[in-house]
Every structure is written in C-alpha cells, then in structure tokens.
C-alpha cells in the first residue's frame, strides 16, 4: 500500500511539474572536457556538482525538475562520513554535467561502483537497474560486473543524471571494505576493455599463482611424510596453503558474475585472512629450517592475528590500524631470522631472505603511498600504475618468497647430492676391497650347494616313491570303501528282492494245487460241488493278485536300482529325499539282517508330508544315506552286544525343512562317540571300528559329497553311551560349491 501511495504521489508531482516548465539554468553544470585526469587510465571520476535528497519521489527523474533545493555531497566520500540517512534508507542523487565537443562526437561510458542497489537515469530515461531498492535492498549484484551505461554520440551538451539509491544494509557488511557509497565514472570505450582485459589478467594471474602454491603445497607436503624430522616443510606447506587459498578466493571473485552481497564480503574477509596466516606460518617455517626455538614475539604476532580478526568482525574501520603493523612486523620478523642465520653461516639463509626482503620492499612502497595519499588528501600514486604493471607487481610479490624457498631447496638438493657421492665413492672403495674375500666364498658356498643339491636330489627321489606308494594305497583304501558299500547295497537288494520272490513261489505252487483240486471237481460232472469250484475260484483269484503284488514289488526295486545307476555318472535331478531315505534306510537294515539273522532294530521314520524336490545326484546321496544308516545299525548292534538289560535297538530317519534347507536326521541310540572322537570323525582314515571292519574313508567320502558336491552341510551330535545324530543339510536349488 506505501509503495502503491508513493507511486500516486509521484504521479501527481509530474503532472504539476510538467505543468509549470523550470527555467534552463536550474543547477550548477558541471563541465566534462576529459576522461583521462592527470593522465589517469581508470577514466574521470564524478565527485563534484552532486545533490541529494532522502526519500523517493518518481518526479525526481525528470531533467527539468529543480533540485536547487537539496543538499551537496561527494558521494565518493568515505561512508561514514556522510549523513545517516544515506547509509541506511532509500535516497536521489542527481547531477548535472556538460561534455566538451570533442566528447560529443563519440560514445562516452558511464560506470557505477557501490554497495547496494540503484536506479540509473539518463535524461529522464532508465538505463540501468542493479539490485531492488529498497529501504533493505535485495539481489545486490557485484559492481564490478555490471556492464557500462553508454552516453550515444551527439546527444544535449548539457546531461542531467539521476539515481536512485538504496545502501547495503547486510549485517555482513563490515567484513568487506567499502570505504565510499557510490562512485561513478566517466570512460571511453578503450579504457573500459583495458579495465575488462586487466581483470582478465588478474584472474588468469591468480589462476596461476594458485597453481603453482597448489603444487608447492603437495610438494612440501610430500617431503614431510618421506621426512617428518624436517618440519619446516610442513610450516612451509601451511604457507603455500595459506597463498593458494588466498589466491583461489580472488578467482572465485572474479569468477561470480553476480554473487550475493553476503558471499562476496566473506570472501573479501576471506582473502586478508588467508594472506596475513600464510606469512605468520612462514615465520614458524624458519624458525624450524634455521633451529631456532619460537618466543614471545611469535606469540605475539599470532596473538595479534586474532585481534585483527576480532576487529574486523566487530570494526573494520579501526582493523587497518593494527593488520598493517603486524603485517609489517611480521616481514621485519622475517628478515630479523634470515639476518639470524646469515650470522651464523647457515648455508642458503640468504635465499630465503631475498624473497621475503622483495615483499618487504614492495609494501614499504604501498604503505608510503597510502601514508601520503591520506596525509596530503590527494590521490593514491599508486592508482596511476598500469593495469600491466600492477599485474607483474601482484606477480612478483607472491612468487618471489616461493622462488627464494625454492632456491633454497635445490641448493640443498646439490649439496646433499655431492655428499651423496662422496659417500658412494667410499663406498665404491670398500666394496672393492671385501669383492676378492666375497669371490672365496661365493667358491665355498657353490661347493656346499652342490653337494646340498645331490644330497636334496637323492632324498626327493626317495619322498617322490613315499608319495607315489603313499597315492596307490589311498587309491586302494578308496576303491575298498567303495566296494564294500557296494558288498552292503548288494546284500540288502538281495534280500529285500528275495521276499517278494518267496511270496510269488509259495502263491504259485498253492495256485497249482489249486488248479488240480478245481479239474478233480470238474471231472466229477454233474456231481460236483458248485460251491465248491466258486470256492477254488476264489481262492486262485487272490493266489494271482498277491502274485502279480509282490511281482510288482520286486520290479519296482529293480526299477529304482536302475535309475539310480543311471544318475550314478554325477547328473542331477530333482529327486523325492522321503522315498529315498526309505529305500536305503530299507536296503542297509536288509542288509544287516543278511550277514546276522538274529539282528532285530525299530525303524522309525518321520517324513514330512510336502517336502519338496531336491535337484541331486541320487547315486552319490544314497552312499552317504547308506554309510550313514550302515553306522547307525553298527552302533546299536555294538550296544545290543553288551547285553545291557531292557535295551531296544532303534534306528531313526526324520526329513524336515529349515529355511532354504532341506535336512535329513539319522539317530540311532547305540553306543555314541566322545568328543575328542567326534573332532575327528570326519577326518580320512579315520575309524572306531576294529581293524579290518573300517577303512576309516566312508564319513571323509560322505563329507565331501555333502559339503563339495552339493554345496550342504554334514554334522554330528553324540553323548556318549547314549546314542549319535548325524544332520544333512541340502539347499533346495542343489547348487554345488
């Protein structure tokens, strides 16, 4: 709603203005007949003829409106020197200036430089806008990037300039320097592209510079992890750190077209900050390189480096007062420790002291000009230095310190060097001297060797046959593993087929019988019994069923055999584990029963239901099932055998499913095994049986087959004189490790 009355009121104004026309002679013109001042290339800077006004007012724009009324000032004047009212709220200032013929008759450029936002007029017309103004203004672009406001060629001879001006009021502000509230230029065309082509340069300068103070760093730092005892090079590596920083900050200046007002004053902090730390970290370097032991003045300076960083945070109008004297103190430190050195003959101090002298020298000369600039109130002499000049000073003033530690370095480089090959002469000399008794035994050892490498040559001969003995035995002790599961498989087949063949012989002579008693009744004819031959009917019906049932039985474990011994060559495929489990616990208790007929065991089994199939090598899982369950019906034999009273063998199978995992579980409550025998039970050659009943391979089999061949597990749980449990774990995808 102000802004909306503001505009109202200003609208008003014009109209009135426009309706009472001013006379021509309004307000002092100030006469422009050059741009190059005292023979200055940064252009003519416009410090007289200004007036201003606070408040806004859009009637102030105007060329014709009458400022006879307001207030004079220097705009370019320090800050806070001018009235309150335009360091902190929205204010116009207008000028009017007249360009001499000669100036006419080209294009002139007008350029701003200030701290926070503004409005250009030129003649009525806006020409340019920076920022929002307002009484807090926002989106404050860098100055130094804005682009020039051309004055055309030919225009009036007398041009009325107004701005409309709103400070920063960034509570940031006092980390930057900004000693003026707004400058204002007048520049050909050539002395701007200079200005833009010296901007350029500075960049590409400290582009440079913080490449090179970037490969010093590492260099330094490189040196000290190779040679901690050496810490200057690491007070050295914090100086070039120091620079290079310093000289990134500027880049990142330069590089920001339009940073907020905030980022740019912590920059501007940033680089005072990083170049005076740089220089305090050069003094510990020396004190390190030249031994010299820190005191209170180098307390002092670092003391005095954290009051200048107070002040400027709090003050950076009293900051000046102190960072140029410690500044100077601390080259004059410097110097003093270089001075130090040279007195004490140290080799290569005055290198290092040549560069920092170059420094000293050069802000000796800065500090004279700004001491009579400020004393004499005249310009800065510096300020008329070209911009190529002042590029090859700036040059010159961060790498001559660099350059001198350099120096230093690789004269110390050399002298190492030759000392170096001092020492390798010497060294050279005794090698020479100790060659001829090396020669002798170098002899003496190619004999001992030799005679070593017959009597090596003989002994692995000998171990050689070990191993090959060694080989075939375990070849053997395998092949009779092997066949003795083959001599238990065959003896449960066996006898597991030879029951069904007893039930189809004894039904097949009752069925004869049968047969003969039925033709006996037929040929009685019409005597016979009907009854009788229904009966006989009957009887040979149910002979021929149970026939054709255990017929049946003995082929399906033909059948399964069969297909075993097809997959026996490593295939796999996916396979019931309930009906294989059955089979061979069937096949190893038949088995048994074959060899001791009075041998009597429960069997029980628990299967679960929905077990899914399990892609395996049947064959291979069968043998550890067998071995497995052969063990089981050993162990409660053993225990049957020692008459224990009340004691009923049991041999037990269960299949259940873990996660991911399908598991078998074979129990038995024989005699059960210790824990040191558990330890080593799956180790080959192993055994707890008597000799000649075990070859102690059949457990290290099974384990590889679980374990290797199908990527499962194989366990054992015992107590001993209680009973054993051996768990199979198969994953269900049945891949292989």
């Known amino acids: 709603m102000r802004t909306f009355l503001l505009l109202a009121a200003g609208w008003l104004l014009t109209l009135l203005a426009g309706a009472a026309p001013l006379p021509a002679d309004t307000a002092a013109v100030v006469p422009v007949n050059t741009l190059t001042p005292k023979g200055s290339t940064n252009g003519l800077l416009l410090t007289r003829g200004w007036r201003y006004q606070l408040g806004d007012n859009p009637a102030w724009a105007r060329p014709d409106f009458d400022e006879r009324g307001w207030d004079t000032l220097n705009p370019a004047r320090p800050r806070r020197e001018l009235p309150a009212g335009l360091r902190t709220g929205i204010s116009w200032l207008r000028l009017r200036f007249r360009l001499a013929d000669s100036l006419r008759q ?16 030129l003649n009525g017309r806006l020409v340019q806008r920076a920022g929002l103004v307002r009484v807090i203004p926002a989106q404050v672009p860098d100055p130094h990037k804005l682009p020039a406001v051309v004055v055309p060629a030919g225009g009036p001879a007398e041009q009325v300039l107004a701005i409309r001006f709103a400070p920063s009021q960034s509570p940031l502000r006092r980390l ?14 050539a002395q701007v592209q200079q200005r833009a082509d010296g901007e350029v340069r500075t960049a590409i300068l ?8 970037g490969l010093l760093t590492l260099l330094h730092l490189a040196f000290f992890r190779y040679y901690p005892a050496q810490r200057a090079n690491l007070y050295f590596a914090f100086f070039a750190l120091g620079l290079a920083l310093n000289c990134l900050v500027g880049l990142i200046l330069w590089a920001l077209a339009s940073p907020p007002l905030e980022v740019l004053l912590l920059l501007t902090f940033a680089l005072g900050f990083f170049s005076l730390g740089a220089y305090l970290w050069a003094v510990r370097a020396l004190y390190a390189l030249f031994h010299f032991r820190p005191g209170w003045l180098y307390k002092g300076l670092w003391t005095a480096f954290w009051v200048v960083v107070a002040l400027r945070l709090y003050e950076p109008a009293y900051q000046v007062y102190v960072a140029a004297p410690l500044l100077l103190l601390t080259f004059v430190e410097l110097l003093r420790l270089t001075g130090r050195a040279l007195r004490q003959r140290q080799r290569g101090a005055w290198m290092v002291g040549a560069g920092f002298a170059v420094i000293l020298l050069m802000m000796l000369v800065a500090f004279g000009s700004f001491a009579v600039s400020a004393l004499l109130k005249v310009p800065n002499p510096l300020k008329a230095v070209s911009t190529g000049l002042n590029t090859l000073l700036l040059l010159v003033l961060y790498l001559a310190p660099a350059l001198g530690i350099s120096l230093y370095l690789a004269r110390e480089f050399a002298l190492d060097s030759q000392l170096l090959q001092v020492k390798l002469g010497e060294v050279e000399r005794l090698s020479a001297q100790t060659l001829a008794q090396e020669q002798d035994k170098q002899a003496l050892l190619a004999a001992q060797n030799e005679t070593l490498e017959h009597q090596v040559q003989q002994r692995t001969g000998e171990l050689q046959r070990s191993l090959t003995d060694l080989r075939a035995t375990q070849a053997q002790l395998i092949q009779k593993e092997k066949m003795a599961s083959l001599g238990e498989l065959t003896a449960g087949i066996a006898h597991e087929i030879q029951n069904p063949l007893n039930f189809v012989n004894n039904f097949s002579d009752v069925s004869a019988e049968l047969v003969a008693e039925l033709r006996e009744e037929r040929a009685k004819g019409p005597a016979a019994d009907a009854a009788l031959e229904a009966e006989l009917w009957e009887d040979l019906t149910q002979n021929l069923g149970k026939i054709g049932h255990h017929g049946r039985r003995a082929a399906g474990i033909v059948k399964g055999m069969l297909e075993h011994s097809q ?7 996916p396979t019931d584990l309930n009906r294989l489990c059955e089979e061979y616990l069937r096949l190893a208790y038949q088995g048994l029963r074959a060899k001791d007929k009075t041998f009597n065991a429960t069997l029980d089994t628990t299967f679960l239901a929905d077990l899914p199939p399990v892609t395996l090598v049947g064959a291979d899982v069968g043998r550890v099932l067998l071995n497995l369950f052969t063990n089981a019906f050993y162990a ?30 074979v129990s038995d409550n024989g005699t ?5 025998v558990q330890a080593k039970i799956f180790q080959p050659f192993f055994t707890t049986k008597p ?20 990527g499962g597990t194989l366990s054992v749980a015992s107590q001993e004189g209680q009973g054993t449990t051996f768990c199979v774990g198969l994953p269900l995808n049945g891949a292989a490790h």
Do not use: C, K, N
């Open 672 to 676: 059960g095994m210790s824990p040191a």
């Open 691 to 710: 000799t000649g009943e075990g070859t102690g391979l059949g457990l290290s089999l099974s384990h590889d087959i679980i374990a290797q061949g199908h």
């Open 636 to 665: 409660v034999r053993q225990r049957q055998q020692q008459a224990e009273a009340g004691y009923q063998p049991q041999v037990g199978v269960r299949t259940l499913l873990v996660e991911q995992q399908v598991q078998i579980q």
């Open 567 to 573: 997959t026996s060559a490593g295939e796999r495929a």
């Open 176 to 189: 930057g320097t900004e000693p003026q509230l707004l400058e204002v230029f007048l520049r050909s065309e």
């Open 206 to 213: 400290y582009g440079a510079v913080t490449g090179i103070f």
């Open 106 to 121: 080209r294009a002139v450029l007008l350029q701003a430089d200030g701290y926070g936002a503004w409005e250009i007029y």
